[in-house]
């Protein structure tokens, strides 16, 4: 048995055939992840001018923000540091993000040359 595919037919199908796609869903999660990321980034900067006032605030844990970041919010935790200015004295932020970055874009890269080249 043959497995069906969908082809668009009419103007507003090519939008879920895309959303309905492994890629799209893809493109979809990084970019809201990405969004997040880059909210909770300003979320955490507004948290710590308001503690430097001492008022009793919970910050974002720095374990979530690298968390957000591995799990697909690199590029919203970069904007985030350098719109906000924050977390960039962090040595760990510093060259912690840009890393999750580089593994982010090389592995999947590296993974689509082994498959083509091999």
Do not use: C
């Not at 979530?64 to 590029?75: D, H, N, Q, R």
């Not at 510093?94 to 874009?105: D, K, M, S, T």
Request: positive net charge.
């Amino acid at each position: 048995m043959e497995k069906a595919v969908y082809l668009p037919q009419a103007r507003g199908d090519r939008i879920w055939a895309v959303i309905g796609s492994p890629w799209g869903l893809l493109a979809i999660w990084l970019v809201g992840i990405n969004v997040v990321t880059f909210l909770v980034f300003g979320l955490d900067k507004w948290k710590a001018k308001r503690k430097a006032k001492n008022e009793a605030v919970r910050r974002v844990p720095e374990r979530t923000l690298f968390l957000l970041a591995i799990l697909g919010g690199s590029v919203g935790a970069l904007l985030g540091m350098r719109v906000f200015h924050h977390k960039t004295l962090h040595r760990a932020f510093r060259f912690g993000i840009p890393a999750i970055l580089a593994v982010q874009v090389l592995l999947p890269l590296g993974l689509w040359l082994w498959r083509t080249l091999g």
